[in-house]
Structures are given as C-alpha cells and as structure tokens.
C-alpha cells in the first residue's frame, strides 16, 4: 500500500497550489483521508480532513477558507488546493489514510483531527512560500 503525494513546490506568497495525494495497493473509497503537515522544528499539525463519502470535510482554523479538501474515488486519489498562501504555511505536507472503516468512530468529529486515527501515510511533499 502506497500514497504518493505531489504538487509542492516553491511560490511566492498570495499563490495557489494543488496538492495530490495517489493511493495504490488498495481503495480508500470507504475511508476517511487527510493532510497534515510538520515545520521544521514542530510538530506534525492537523490541516484538512474528508469523510469517506466526500460528504464532510474538516479544516484547521489556519486554513479555513484558503485551502479545499475533495477526493476522486474512482481515481483513488486526494487533493488539497490551496490559495492565499502566506510564509507560514510553509511545510512538510503529508497525505494520511485510516484503516478502520468504522461508521462509529466516523461520527466523532474528532477522530478526522489526530493523527493517530490515520493508519498509512504519504512520503511529503515540501511547500515553500517566500514573502
């Protein structure tokens, strides 16, 4: 099992990237996906999140309004767009899937934001936005 995420680059403050995230070895189709991300030096912090069915996305205060999380189940594939990117979102953007499938832990809000609900993680991809 494989996510292989790409898309980052370096861009100047203000730009739009897309990030995807490619999953092989397995459908993540019935489960839910996110992207994290880690600055040097810190440690690695909830950015976006979406249920299995596309129906509900999460988001961390930083990001609400910039950034959008979608899938194509069809393509196996996650994306994360991202606008108005400032200095500080620079980072380290990882792609994560969960295992679990579990319609109950699936209502807990809560279980989208840690990191430990996730079971198979991408390699990173780095963004860089200079001011």
Do not use: H
């Amino acid at each position: 099992v494989q996510l292989q995420a790409s898309g980052g680059g370096l861009v100047q403050a203000g730009d739009s990237l897309r990030l995807s995230c490619a999953a092989s070895g397995r459908t993540f189709s019935r489960n839910a996906m996110g992207w994290f991300r880690q600055a040097p030096g810190k440690e690695r912090d909830f950015v976006a999140a979406i249920s299995w069915s596309g129906a509900f996305t999460y988001y961390a205060d930083s990001v609400k309004g910039r950034f959008t999380i979608s899938r194509d189940s069809a393509k196996n594939t996650l994306y994360l767009q991202m606008n108005s990117l400032q200095p500080e979102d620079t980072a380290v953007y990882y792609c994560a899937a969960d295992a679990t499938n579990s319609a109950r832990r699936y209502q807990d809000e809560n279980y989208y934001y840690s990191a430990r609900s996730y079971d198979f993680w991408g390699q990173g991809t780095q963004v860089t936005v200079s001011s």
